[in-house]
């Protein structure tokens, strides 16, 4: 056998690879710093909603139905930098909700089956009592179900308008009964304004 001398430098490491060293660490640090460079240099990513904002939707990525809708009440804040196209989400309190509209839809009943999927296996809710929805008010029809998780109940309720687009709207609140005045989609579907197909 061979033997191998290996010669290290002040800092412990092998002499001639210290810029094998630098490189590594870069490597680890100039992500961190870019991600909390763009977090301060985008400040705060919490947008308030006035009471009386008209709110807009559009479907994605076929920009065939379009949506106008108002939050009832006020205090209504959205989380993230921006509002995306087809879906927007909004907290108040501990009520939160998730409004979307989409186009094309032939079945509202399996749209709503297919929506609530990530709801309740993200935070491990249940969902049934589906059943047939309208909106005098807004024209609209179609199918709600409620939401029931361990200290949670809400709604998801998709209505249409017999052209192909479709609303979407999941209400979450804490508590245990999902008929409560929090989780009612009236006063949300109410302002619907569901355009397009």
């Known amino acids: ?77 959205s989380p993230g930098v921006h509002f995306a196209d087809q879906r927007q989400n909004f907290v108040r309190d501990h009520l939160t909700a998730s409004v979307e509209v989409d186009s094309g839809v032939d079945s509202l009943e399996r749209l709503l089956d297919r929506r609530v999927q990530p709801v309740i296996a993200q935070n491990g809710y249940i969902y049934n009592n589906v059943r047939d929805y309208a909106n005098e008010d807004a024209g609209l029809a179609g199918f709600r179900a409620d939401i029931i998780g361990i200290d949670s109940a809400g709604s998801i309720t998709v209505v249409g308008n017999d052209k192909g687009a479709a609303a979407i709207l999941v209400l979450i609140a804490p508590g245990a009964d999902p008929a409560a005045t929090d989780v009612d989609p009236d006063p949300y579907v109410a302002t619907f304004e569901l355009e397009g197909k």
Request: no cysteine.
């Open 1 to 77: 056998m061979a033997e191998v001398t290996i010669r290290l430098n002040r800092l412990g490491l092998e002499r001639g690879r210290m810029w094998q060293a630098v490189l590594a660490a870069v490597a680890v640090v100039l992500p961190v710093a870019v991600w909390i460079g763009l977090e301060r240099a985008l400040g705060d990513s919490v947008q308030n909603i006035g009471e009386g904002d008209t709110l807009f939707l559009q479907s994605y990525p076929v920009a065939g139905a379009s949506l106008e809708y108002e939050l009832p009440g006020s205090g209504w804040t």
